[in-house]
């Protein structure tokens, strides 16, 4: 806000003649835009619920692959590839919580690769769903869940990158 130099009426910082007594104000000094503070990150600075997030993730892995290992002892097929995809789960969530940099990299990689993998079925099967009703509702609900599980965890990776 400027003062007008004839009435001293409060004017927006834009306007070239005072509305109240018709002065120029085009000389005016206009306050100079407050710069925001530059920051690391996002700048959000709460360590403690970003390690929970961190950490919810990894044990989101851990659950993920002990589900696969015991899915893997009930089916008759795939079982070897779930048995793979299980382990590999358990060592990605086992990497996380020790916080080994590859592994984080990696996690960091798959989550992107799951994001725009989720946003295509979003985007591809959004007609399809719209058809269905109800369970093309819940589908996209899922895909949309899953989207930000994924982003929530580049965004936790990027935010830990750095953090002790
Ligand atoms: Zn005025």
Do not use: H
């Not at 001293?8 to 503070?37: H, M, Y």
């Not at 789960?89 to 993998?117: D, K, Q, S, T, V």
């Not at 719209?130 to 509702?137: D, E, F, R, S």
């Amino acid at each position: 806000m400027i003062q007008c130099p004839n009435c001293n009426q409060t004017l927006p910082d834009w306007v070239q003649s005072c509305q109240f007594c018709g002065a120029d104000t085009k000389k005016v000094v206009r306050p100079k835009p407050v710069k925001k503070q530059v920051r690391v990150g996002s700048g959000y600075s709460n360590p403690a619920l970003i390690w929970g997030l961190y950490y919810f993730f990894a044990a989101w892995w851990i659950l993920d692959g002990a589900g696969l290992l015991f899915l893997s002892q009930q089916v008759r097929f795939f079982s070897t590839f779930l048995l793979v995809c299980g382990t590999l789960c358990l060592a990605f969530g086992l990497g996380l919580i020790l916080r080994i940099p590859l592994i984080r990299n990696i996690a960091n990689y798959i989550a992107f690769i799951g994001l725009i993998g989720y946003v295509l079925d979003l985007f591809f099967s959004f007609l399809m769903m719209l058809g269905m009703g109800w369970t093309g509702l819940l589908l996209a609900l899922f895909l949309i869940f899953n989207i930000c599980i994924c982003g929530a965890q580049i965004w936790v990776l990027g935010e830990t990158d750095g953090l002790d």
